[in-house]
């Protein structure tokens, strides 16, 4: 199947402070890749679609500000926490679309101080 | 109404049983069906994937779709711990994976 990486995998950072989360696909090019935030125990709930060359769009009572989504390219797309406070602790997962199928990156895990 | 239903759980499932995972949705344009395992702290692996009414077997996995009644299945044969995981499944209204929207998920147990 199709690999999607992301990096950093977990990241810990001091409140007030942005932080750059990378999604790449490895072996395909994906127009469209999505980002989703997990809370515990909680399921996944789409932030924001990204498609490559344009904005992202956002999903309702997600901030376009606070959570900037770059898409540069077919293989990688960005997603920038700015001003992290501790309640954007979460673990982030990214996903690239391709043949119809949505394949997901390993995540990554924020923590807020 | 949560577009995208599933019993939370726990389910405990015998190994070697049939362990039984339902998903209702509310979107009846709705279009394609998927069913991910999630182990914890780890993200979504998809299993299945379904577009058409009936049943869809891939191994060990048989998932149902009835677009009549709103409803997607997924049967899991001869139960391994392995299994042992949270299901998601997921809906879009588009052909595709495109804009998931997920259920809660279903924590499955397998005991040994």
């Known amino acids: 199947g199709a690999v999607v990486s992301q990096h950093p995998s977990w990241v810990i950072c001091k409140s007030g402070t942005s932080v750059k989360i990378e999604c790449r696909s490895l072996d395909f090019q994906a127009t469209t890749m999505f980002w989703y935030r997990q809370f515990p125990k909680q399921s996944l709930m789409l932030m924001a679609t990204s498609n490559e060359g344009s904005k992202a769009t956002y999903e309702q009572g997600v901030e376009k500000d606070k959570f900037l989504i770059n898409h540069a390219s077919l293989t990688l797309s960005t997603l920038t926490v700015t001003s992290a406070h501790p309640e954007d602790s979460s673990f982030y997962i990214c996903?690239?679309?391709?043949?119809?199928?949505?394949?997901f990156g390993p995540g990554t895990r924020l923590l807020v101080l | 109404q949560k577009e995208v239903e599933q019993n939370s759980g726990p389910l405990s499932v015998p190994e070697g049983a049939i362990a039984s995972l339902n998903c209702t949705y509310s979107?009846?344009?709705?279009?394609?069906f998927f069913w991910y395992r999630q182990y914890s702290g780890k993200s979504p692996e998809l299993i299945m994937s379904i577009y058409s009414n009936g049943d869809k077997e891939d191994g060990r996995f048989t998932a149902q779709l009835n677009k009549a009644s709103q409803y997607v299945s997924l049967l899991i044969r001869d139960s391994q711990p392995s299994d042992s995981a949270t299901y998601l499944c997921?809906?879009?209204?588009?052909?595709?994976?495109?804009?998931?929207?997920f259920g809660q998920g279903t924590r499955l147990t397998i005991n040994p």
């Open positions: 996903s690239a679309s391709g043949g119809g199928t949505q394949y």
């Open positions: 997921a809906v879009s209204t588009f052909q595709g994976a495109q804009k998931l929207v």
């Open positions: 979107d009846r344009v709705s279009q394609s």
